[in-house]
Protein backbone atom coordinates (compact mmCIF):
# COMPACT_ATOMS: atom_id res chain seq x y z
CA UNK A 1 0.00 0.00 0.00
CA UNK A 2 2.80 2.51 0.79
CA UNK A 3 5.22 1.55 -1.65
CA UNK A 4 4.41 3.97 -4.14
CA UNK A 5 5.37 7.44 -4.77
CA UNK A 6 4.87 10.27 -1.96
CA UNK A 7 2.21 12.38 -3.25
CA UNK A 8 2.94 14.76 -0.24
CA UNK A 9 6.48 15.60 0.87
CA UNK A 10 6.59 17.98 4.02
CA UNK A 11 9.86 19.68 4.56
CA UNK A 12 10.66 21.31 8.02
CA UNK A 13 7.47 22.60 8.40
CA UNK A 14 6.40 25.40 10.75
CA UNK A 15 3.12 27.22 11.36
CA UNK A 16 2.29 29.95 13.74
CA UNK A 17 -0.46 31.96 14.52
CA UNK A 18 1.06 35.34 15.90
CA UNK A 19 3.19 34.46 18.87
CA UNK A 20 1.60 30.71 19.43
CA UNK A 21 3.58 27.81 17.42
CA UNK A 22 1.15 25.43 15.87
CA UNK A 23 3.31 23.11 14.25
CA UNK A 24 7.62 22.99 14.73
CA UNK A 25 9.44 21.21 12.04
CA UNK A 26 7.43 18.91 10.97
CA UNK A 27 9.06 16.85 8.04
CA UNK A 28 7.44 13.92 6.53
CA UNK A 29 6.12 12.28 3.38
CA UNK A 30 3.16 10.77 2.53
CA UNK A 31 2.75 8.27 -0.10
CA UNK A 32 0.10 8.33 -2.90
CA UNK A 33 -3.01 5.40 -2.19
CA UNK A 34 -1.99 5.52 1.82
CA UNK A 35 -4.32 5.68 4.90
CA UNK A 36 -3.02 7.92 7.85
CA UNK A 37 -4.21 8.62 10.91
CA UNK A 38 -3.10 11.90 12.36
CA UNK A 39 -3.26 11.39 16.00
CA UNK A 40 -2.56 13.50 19.36
CA UNK A 41 -4.38 15.38 21.84
CA UNK A 42 -6.37 18.60 21.67
CA UNK A 43 -4.07 21.43 20.69
CA UNK A 44 -1.61 19.22 18.96
CA UNK A 45 -1.72 20.66 15.66
CA UNK A 46 -3.67 18.24 13.78
CA UNK A 47 -6.30 20.38 12.28
CA UNK A 48 -3.74 23.02 11.38
CA UNK A 49 -1.71 20.56 9.17
CA UNK A 50 -4.72 19.17 6.95
CA UNK A 51 -5.47 23.29 6.49
CA UNK A 52 -1.90 23.32 5.47
CA UNK A 53 -2.08 20.87 3.01
CA UNK A 54 -4.98 22.28 0.72
CA UNK A 55 -3.49 26.24 1.48
CA UNK A 56 -6.60 26.79 4.05
CA UNK A 57 -3.78 28.33 5.80
CA UNK A 58 -0.59 30.11 4.56
CA UNK A 59 2.83 27.91 5.45
CA UNK A 60 4.88 30.21 8.22
CA UNK A 61 8.08 28.67 7.00
CA UNK A 62 9.26 25.53 5.25
CA UNK A 63 7.97 23.80 2.05
CA UNK A 64 5.17 21.33 1.39
CA UNK A 65 5.03 19.58 -2.09
CA UNK A 66 1.73 18.10 -3.31
CA UNK A 67 1.70 16.04 -6.42
CA UNK A 68 4.51 18.12 -7.42
CA UNK A 69 3.17 21.67 -6.93
CA UNK A 70 5.05 23.63 -4.06
CA UNK A 71 2.42 25.38 -1.97
CA UNK A 72 5.03 28.11 -1.26
CA UNK A 73 5.61 29.00 -4.67
CA UNK A 74 2.39 28.19 -6.82
CA UNK A 75 0.65 30.14 -9.22
CA UNK A 76 -2.49 31.70 -8.75
CA UNK A 77 -3.74 29.77 -11.84
CA UNK A 78 -2.54 26.90 -10.34
CA UNK A 79 -4.52 27.17 -7.28
CA UNK A 80 -7.69 25.19 -8.95
CA UNK A 81 -5.66 22.28 -9.52
CA UNK A 82 -4.66 22.08 -6.28
CA UNK A 83 -8.09 22.14 -4.92
CA UNK A 84 -9.25 19.43 -6.99
CA UNK A 85 -6.91 17.22 -5.63
CA UNK A 86 -8.71 16.86 -2.19
CA UNK A 87 -11.94 16.43 -0.84
CA UNK A 88 -12.48 18.26 2.27
CA UNK A 89 -14.07 16.88 5.36
CA UNK A 90 -14.20 19.60 8.42
CA UNK A 91 -16.68 20.19 10.50
CA UNK A 92 -16.44 24.06 10.40
CA UNK A 93 -16.41 23.62 6.02
CA UNK A 94 -19.52 24.52 6.00
CA UNK A 95 -23.19 23.62 3.70
CA UNK A 96 -25.12 26.75 2.11
CA UNK A 97 -28.31 26.88 4.17
CA UNK A 98 -30.67 28.53 1.55
CA UNK A 99 -29.43 25.88 -1.27
CA UNK A 100 -30.69 21.92 -1.42
CA UNK A 101 -28.48 19.19 -0.54
CA UNK A 102 -28.67 18.58 -4.18
CA UNK A 103 -27.76 22.37 -5.08
CA UNK A 104 -24.98 22.20 -2.16
CA UNK A 105 -23.31 18.81 -4.08
CA UNK A 106 -24.17 20.22 -7.77
CA UNK A 107 -22.41 23.50 -7.19
CA UNK A 108 -19.37 21.58 -6.64
CA UNK A 109 -19.13 19.63 -9.57
CA UNK A 110 -20.40 23.18 -11.46
CA UNK A 111 -17.24 24.91 -10.77
CA UNK A 112 -15.15 21.77 -11.22
CA UNK A 113 -16.77 21.84 -14.91
CA UNK A 114 -18.81 19.09 -15.51
CA UNK A 115 -21.71 18.41 -17.59
CA UNK A 116 -25.13 18.69 -16.34
CA UNK A 117 -25.85 14.96 -17.16
CA UNK A 118 -22.95 14.08 -15.01
CA UNK A 119 -23.72 16.23 -12.56
CA UNK A 120 -27.09 14.59 -11.81
CA UNK A 121 -25.79 10.74 -11.68
CA UNK A 122 -22.52 11.70 -9.71
CA UNK A 123 -24.90 13.46 -6.72
CA UNK A 124 -27.66 10.64 -6.67
CA UNK A 125 -24.35 8.14 -6.44
CA UNK A 126 -22.56 9.92 -3.72
CA UNK A 127 -26.11 10.63 -1.41
CA UNK A 128 -26.40 6.67 -2.02
CA UNK A 129 -22.89 6.09 -0.54
CA UNK A 130 -23.44 8.15 2.43
CA UNK A 131 -27.44 7.07 3.05
CA UNK A 132 -28.81 10.32 2.26
CA UNK A 133 -30.31 9.80 -1.50
CA UNK A 134 -34.00 10.91 0.53
CA UNK A 135 -33.03 14.23 1.81
CA UNK A 136 -31.64 15.83 -1.45
CA UNK A 137 -34.38 18.29 -1.61
CA UNK A 138 -33.77 19.02 2.17
CA UNK A 139 -32.03 22.51 3.21
CA UNK A 140 -29.17 22.33 5.23
CA UNK A 141 -30.68 23.66 8.74
CA UNK A 142 -33.20 21.17 8.66
CA UNK A 143 -30.87 17.97 9.03
CA UNK A 144 -29.89 17.23 11.96
CA UNK A 145 -25.75 17.70 12.93
CA UNK A 146 -24.69 14.46 11.94
CA UNK A 147 -27.23 14.37 8.68
CA UNK A 148 -25.00 17.33 8.10
CA UNK A 149 -21.88 15.87 8.27
CA UNK A 150 -22.80 12.71 5.60
CA UNK A 151 -23.62 15.44 3.47
CA UNK A 152 -20.35 17.08 3.98
CA UNK A 153 -18.67 13.88 3.29
CA UNK A 154 -20.91 13.49 0.09
CA UNK A 155 -19.94 16.69 -1.35
CA UNK A 156 -15.83 15.77 -0.56
CA UNK A 157 -16.33 12.60 -2.65
CA UNK A 158 -18.40 14.02 -5.66
CA UNK A 159 -15.46 15.24 -7.84
CA UNK A 160 -13.46 11.77 -7.57
CA UNK A 161 -10.69 13.68 -5.25
CA UNK A 162 -7.32 11.95 -5.16
CA UNK A 163 -6.49 12.97 -1.64
CA UNK A 164 -9.16 13.10 1.36
CA UNK A 165 -8.64 15.45 4.26
CA UNK A 166 -11.07 14.56 7.20
CA UNK A 167 -10.52 16.25 10.32
CA UNK A 168 -12.57 14.00 13.32
CA UNK A 169 -15.04 12.70 10.38
CA UNK A 170 -16.70 10.97 12.77
CA UNK A 171 -17.35 13.44 15.87
CA UNK A 172 -20.75 14.48 15.44
CA UNK A 173 -22.38 10.72 14.34
CA UNK A 174 -23.74 7.75 16.28
CA UNK A 175 -22.24 4.36 16.38
CA UNK A 176 -23.41 3.02 13.37
CA UNK A 177 -22.98 6.07 10.96
CA UNK A 178 -19.40 6.26 12.29
CA UNK A 179 -18.73 3.05 11.29
CA UNK A 180 -20.87 3.70 7.56
CA UNK A 181 -18.60 6.56 7.15
CA UNK A 182 -15.26 4.93 7.72
CA UNK A 183 -16.21 1.95 5.84
CA UNK A 184 -17.04 4.16 3.08
CA UNK A 185 -13.20 5.89 3.57
CA UNK A 186 -11.85 2.30 3.41
CA UNK A 187 -13.98 1.81 0.08
CA UNK A 188 -12.83 4.89 -1.30
CA UNK A 189 -9.01 4.20 -0.22
CA UNK A 190 -9.78 0.52 -2.06
CA UNK A 191 -10.39 2.23 -5.09
CA UNK A 192 -7.26 4.56 -4.69
CA UNK A 193 -7.32 7.76 -2.84
CA UNK A 194 -4.92 8.78 -0.09
CA UNK A 195 -7.15 8.76 2.99
CA UNK A 196 -5.62 11.38 5.87
CA UNK A 197 -8.14 11.41 8.79
CA UNK A 198 -7.01 13.62 11.78
CA UNK A 199 -8.90 12.32 14.90
CA UNK A 200 -8.09 11.92 18.71
CA UNK A 201 -10.13 8.99 18.88
CA UNK A 202 -8.63 5.69 20.00
CA UNK A 203 -11.52 3.77 19.06
CA UNK A 204 -11.86 4.99 15.37
CA UNK A 205 -8.03 4.66 14.98
CA UNK A 206 -7.90 0.98 16.18
CA UNK A 207 -10.42 -0.30 13.72
CA UNK A 208 -8.66 0.24 11.11
CA UNK A 209 -5.02 -1.16 10.81
CA UNK A 210 -3.01 2.10 8.94
CA UNK A 211 -0.23 4.47 9.48
CA UNK A 212 -0.11 7.27 12.72
CA UNK A 213 1.25 10.18 12.55
CA UNK A 214 1.31 11.39 16.14
CA UNK A 215 1.97 15.01 17.10
CA UNK A 216 2.22 16.72 20.12
CA UNK A 217 2.52 20.39 20.96
CA UNK A 218 2.95 20.77 17.26
CA UNK A 219 6.08 18.91 17.08
CA UNK A 220 6.33 15.02 15.47
CA UNK A 221 6.24 12.80 18.12
CA UNK A 222 5.80 9.43 16.28
CA UNK A 223 5.24 7.95 12.92
CA UNK A 224 4.35 4.44 12.82
CA UNK A 225 5.72 4.33 9.05
CA UNK A 226 3.18 2.88 6.29
CA UNK A 227 1.35 0.33 6.93
N1 LIG B 1 -6.90 30.42 13.70
C1 LIG B 1 -6.10 30.31 14.77
N2 LIG B 1 -5.62 31.38 15.40
C2 LIG B 1 -4.79 31.28 16.48
N3 LIG B 1 -4.38 30.11 16.98
C3 LIG B 1 -4.82 28.99 16.40
C4 LIG B 1 -5.70 29.02 15.27
N4 LIG B 1 -5.96 27.74 14.90
C5 LIG B 1 -5.29 26.97 15.77
N5 LIG B 1 -4.61 27.69 16.66
C6 LIG B 1 -3.73 27.17 17.74
O1 LIG B 1 -2.83 26.25 17.18
C7 LIG B 1 -2.69 25.10 18.02
C8 LIG B 1 -3.06 23.84 17.23
O2 LIG B 1 -4.45 23.87 16.96
P1 LIG B 1 -5.20 22.75 16.12
O3 LIG B 1 -6.57 23.22 15.90
O4 LIG B 1 -4.38 22.42 14.92
O5 LIG B 1 -5.14 21.52 17.14
P2 LIG B 1 -5.84 20.09 17.02
O6 LIG B 1 -4.77 19.07 17.23
O7 LIG B 1 -6.63 20.01 15.79
O8 LIG B 1 -6.79 20.08 18.32
P3 LIG B 1 -8.27 19.43 18.52
O9 LIG B 1 -8.04 17.98 18.82
O10 LIG B 1 -8.79 20.16 19.72
O11 LIG B 1 -9.07 19.67 17.29
C9 LIG B 1 -3.55 25.35 19.22
O12 LIG B 1 -2.75 25.82 20.26
C10 LIG B 1 -4.53 26.40 18.77
O13 LIG B 1 -4.92 27.23 19.82
MG1 LIG C 1 -8.64 19.82 15.42
Redesign the pocket.
Known sequence: MGNSAPIIRIFHVYKR??S?T?LADITLDINAKEFVFVT??????????LKLLYLG?PISEGHIIVDGMNLTRIKRDRMPFLRRLFGVIFQDYNLIPNKTVYENIALVLEIAGHKRNMITKKVGSVLRAVGMEDRMNAYPPSLSGGEQQKITIARAIAGDPKIILA??PTGSLDEDSAGDIMNLLRVLHARGATVII?T?DKELIRSIPARQIR?DH?HLREDTGSI
Open positions: YGQAGPSGAGKTTLEDEAHLG
